[in-house]
């Protein structure tokens, strides 16, 4: 059962703030990333390319943690979230990168795209969620 996200949750993830990923490196170890955030739905999702530590951490083990605080209320606009990756995918992801360009830079095209770089839309299903009353709405 895919557990849902407040409308206050999703209005945060809208906004253009920066999540933090914690991924499992292949040692075990806790592998941070800030990411640009998105939401599809209860699906939290995020873009990143291929060969990057996450996505071979996420290939190897698909448990996630997600940290995000509204900056305009970092006391109460707390959302965290574990989960897992349901899939990793290159279909739609460079007009996915595009529109968190426009969505965080107000940019058409994602400007810092490197040669040759393959783009993956990561898509999570939450498992735990945990948010102050301001990113919960009436709780989660």
């Known amino acids: 059962m895919t557990l849902q996200l407040s409308d206050?949750?999703?209005?945060?993830?809208?906004?253009?703030?920066?999540?933090?990923?914690?991924t499992i490196a292949g040692d075990g170890s806790p592998q941070l990333s800030p990411v640009w955030i998105d939401v599809d739905g209860?699906?939290?999702?995020?873009?990143?390319?291929?060969?990057?530590?996450?996505?071979?951490?996420?290939?190897?083990?698909?448990?996630?943690?997600?940290?995000?605080v509204d900056p305009k209320d970092p006391y109460n606009g707390v959302l965290t979230v574990r989960g897992t990756v349901e899939s990793l995918?290159?279909?739609?992801?460079?007009?996915?990168?595009?529109?968190?360009a426009k969505k965080y830079l107000g940019?058409?095209?994602?400007?810092?795209?490197q040669p040759g770089e393959e783009r993956v839309i990561v898509?999570?299903?939450?498992?735990?969620?945990?948010?102050?009353?301001?990113?919960?709405?009436h709780g989660s």
Do not use: C
Not at 12 to 20: E, K
Not at 107 to 113: E, G, S
């Open 89 to 100: 995918s290159e279909e739609g992801a460079d007009d996915h990168i595009n529109a968190m």
């Open 42 to 68: 209860d699906t939290i999702v995020f873009n990143t390319a291929k060969g990057r530590a996450k996505v071979t951490n996420l290939e190897r083990n698909p448990a996630v943690a997600i940290s995000v």
């Open 107 to 113: 940019k058409d095209v994602y400007p810092f795209r």
């Open 8 to 22: 206050a949750s999703k209005e945060l993830l809208r906004q253009p703030v920066f999540a933090q990923i914690a």
């Open 123 to 137: 898509r999570i299903r939450p498992d735990k969620i945990v948010a102050q009353p301001q990113a919960a709405g």
